[in-house]
């Protein structure tokens, strides 16, 4: 629509701080998946351990389980005859690691559980309580990743942040660790050894374990697991009566407590790291189900677009006219225009030529400074009034145009539209039904030269036309376009006229007629070419008044969900289809795309990119059907793949801008697209066929 206004919708600008919002919101989230996946050896990970290329050093190399590198060599150190120490790895865990305290209270003996970092940060109640019950805490890494193989960084913050998990979670620090995929002495080897000396470098005591050959009464440090072999093993080991002491490797060397209160600092820093990882798993369990949930509705629209445009299909071209009697009453055709000197020529004379010969054709100049007035009246055709008014917008000079109306069937054409000859015929026909109140025809773009162009070309097939098709068949026909739209002039006064209290006009006067109790129906025949934004500032301004507009009408038509008969079905499945797949799924779109782009560089690549391309596949074969159903040519499908990575980005963007500009109750002026009168070049170019023309499918 091309017409600006001074009135209600031009007091100010739209707010443009929610965009530092997005900005900032995004980054985190990419910061929390990463996170998420570095914690799961998807980023930077460390899943296997290097083989071994060289032993362990000889002095070492003696069974002794306790071990500190120094610049000297190696001091080791093992238990005390009769004495055990048990060692419990990994976890917490919610299931057994309660269950092996309750069996080292029942034996009134103590050990040493060393804790991954992450599930010290997701299970901190646990770690209070191991901590509490005079239990001793180990490290075991953030996330059990190899630190032979892993890199300098990742090494460094398994460790670092373990210690801020545990800080955060029971204020204590360690200097206890083991080496993950470790069991004796001499399996730190190769890499592994070079990752203890730096481990040792920073303070830490490594311990593994006594090698099953010696006996638990000779003095050993045994490993178990939080798992129910573990249980059944350290129960074991509690019940032989040649240990006398079963305590923690510390005690058992005679050392003093490697686990330590941490400051204040640490204890913050902890904290804040558990509410982090809270946050980013939470985060990346909801996206997963969103990612799922949005896929799955969008093969399902997918789905409902093919199954019920084939529906609609069948309907118009069984044998026979679906309507009552063939309409021949007079025509009146409002063309509102502002600034339309490039195509008010064109879209008059296409009136013209139409072969619906009983027409009144009323120009409605809305005020234009160019030579809008003076071209449409040198069109010297006794069909064709031209009206002035000062500039008020385009609803009243709709306004102004139905009192000038001689016909009891208005049509309503922008001024940027050329009708294709049998087009008026079409658009009117299913007015014979008394029951349906407005009729919309099939829109296409005219300039579709260039890429941006062809998007646009692809989203009125697809997007625009093969839903109206979907909306026929569930009733619910949400707009008529305003560029081309047949109404009764009964019906239209029923409701008041032409509202401005949205900026779409179009959309709130077809809820309007649903909300009366009038069907509004779709007529692919009906044909007409428009021009279409050639530069992304222009297709940003017109989308963005569009979405806006709906929501207005969204809002303003709200009870429509509760009410009953025809207006009732339209609210619970148009506005409802509206709500889901033009509202809510694109504000979470640039999310969800995060966190798919994440899965496919991170996660499963082979698999996500798989579900992505049947994804495309599914909507190639939709729009393909679309563009038949709509006798187009195929070979425009090239374009579909790189629709998906910009065009609509930036259709997602302008849904946030909207959504945000109508919760801050801003509102927005008209925006004018500047045209340049091309809006039949397709049509010159290659003219597409009548669908009358053509044989039915």
């Not at 001074?6 to 900005?23: D, E, N, S, T, V």
């Not at 989230?29 to 050093?57: M, N, Q």
């Not at 234009?368 to 449409?376: E, F």
């Not at 029951?435 to 025809?441: H, K, L």
Request: hydrophobic share 40%.
């Amino acid at each position: 629509m091309a017409l600006t206004g001074q009135g209600r919708h031009a007091l100010r600008h739209p707010p443009y701080r929610h965009w530092f919002l997005l900005l900032l919101i995004l980054p985190i989230i990419g910061i929390s998946l990463l996170f998420e996946g570095w914690t799961t050896h998807e980023v930077d990970g460390a899943r296997k351990r290097f083989a071994c290329t060289a032993p362990i050093p000889r002095s070492a190399d003696n069974g002794d389980p306790v071990l500190r590198v120094t610049g000297d060599g190696t001091e080791t150190a093992r238990m005390p005859h009769r004495t055990a120490a048990l060692t419990f790895d990994g976890g917490p865990d919610p299931v057994w690691t309660p269950r092996l305290l309750d069996l080292l209270r029942a034996h009134h003996a103590h050990a040493t559980f060393f804790l991954y970092g992450a599930q010290a940060a997701r299970h901190p109640d646990l770690v209070r309580r191991i901590h509490d019950e005079g239990h001793e805490i180990g490290s075991y890494t953030y996330t059990g990743g190899d630190l032979g193989s892993a890199s300098r960084l990742r090494s460094h913050l398994e460790l670092s942040l373990t210690q801020s998990a545990l800080a955060g979670a029971a204020a204590v620090n360690t200097r206890l660790l083991r080496l993950p995929h470790t069991t004796t002495a001499d399996t730190m080897c190769g890499a592994e050894w070079s990752a203890a000396q730096r481990a040792s470098d920073q303070g830490y005591l490594l311990v593994a374990a006594t090698g099953h050959s010696r006996k638990p009464p000779q003095g050993v440090v045994r490993q178990y697991s939080h798992t129910s072999l573990g249980y059944q093993e350290a129960a074991k080991l509690l019940a032989d009566p040649e240990v006398g002491r079963f305590t923690t490797v510390t005690e058992g060397l005679g050392r003093s407590p490697l686990t330590t209160p941490a400051s204040l600092p640490q204890r913050i820093q902890g904290r804040a790291l558990i509410w982090t990882q809270s946050v980013g798993h939470t985060f990346t369990q909801f996206m997963t189900w969103a990612l799922g949930i949005a896929g799955g509705l969008g093969m399902l629209r997918l789905v409902l677009l093919a199954c019920l445009a084939r529906v609609h299909a069948r309907r118009r071209h069984r044998s026979g006219s679906p309507w009552p009697h063939e309409v021949t009453e007079p025509v009146t055709v409002l063309v509102p225009a502002y600034n339309e000197e490039a195509g008010i020529e064109a879209t008059v004379r296409s009136l013209l030529a139409s072969t619906y010969r009983d027409l009144q054709i009323i120009v409605i100049d809305d005020g234009s400074t160019d030579r809008t007035v003076q071209i449409a009246r040198d069109i010297t055709d006794p069909r064709v009034t031209v009206v002035q008014q000062p500039n008020s917008g385009k609803p009243r000079a709709l306004t102004t145009g139905l009192s000038y109306a001689r016909s009891e069937i208005i049509v309503m054409v922008d001024a940027d539209t050329v009708f294709e000859p049998d087009a008026l015929h079409h658009l009117v026909q299913p007015l014979a039904d008394p029951t349906v109140g407005a009729v919309s025809g099939n829109t296409k773009v005219g300039n579709r030269r260039r890429l941006l162009g062809r998007w646009q070309h692809l989203e009125y097939v697809l997007g625009f036309n093969l839903d109206r098709r979907m909306f026929e068949v569930l009733e619910c026909m949400p707009t008529v376009p305003g560029a081309i739209g047949a109404f009764r002039k009964d019906a239209l006064t029923a409701i008041g006229g032409i509202s401005d209290d949205t900026l779409a006009e179009d959309t709130d006067l077809t809820m309007a007629l649903w909300r009366m109790g009038r069907r509004v129906v779709y007529e692919e025949r009906a044909i007409a070419w428009t021009e279409v934004p050639d530069t992304f500032e222009q297709l940003w301004r017109q989308r963005y008044r569009w979405c806006y507009g709906t929501l207005q009408s969204m809002w303003k038509h709200r009870h429509a969900v509760v009410e009953v008969g025809p207006a009732g079905r339209f609210g619970r499945r148009g506005l409802t289809y509206l709500a889901l797949f033009q509202i809510v799924l694109p504000l979470f779109a640039p999310v969800v795309d995060v966190y798919a782009l994440y899965g496919l560089c991170f996660g499963d690549t082979p698999q996500g990119l798989g579900v992505w391309l049947a994804f495309l596949a599914a909507q190639m074969v939709t729009a393909g059907y679309a563009l038949r159903l709509d006798h187009e040519r195929l070979r425009v499908l090239w374009a579909l793949p790189l629709q998906l990575f910009v065009y609509r980005q930036m259709l997602y963007l302008v849904v946030i801008q909207s959504v945000t500009t109508a919760l801050l109750g801003t509102r927005l002026r008209w925006h004018r697209m500047h045209r340049s009168g091309t809006a039949n070049q397709q049509l010159l170019k290659s003219p597409v066929p009548s669908p009358s023309s053509l044989s039915s499918k």
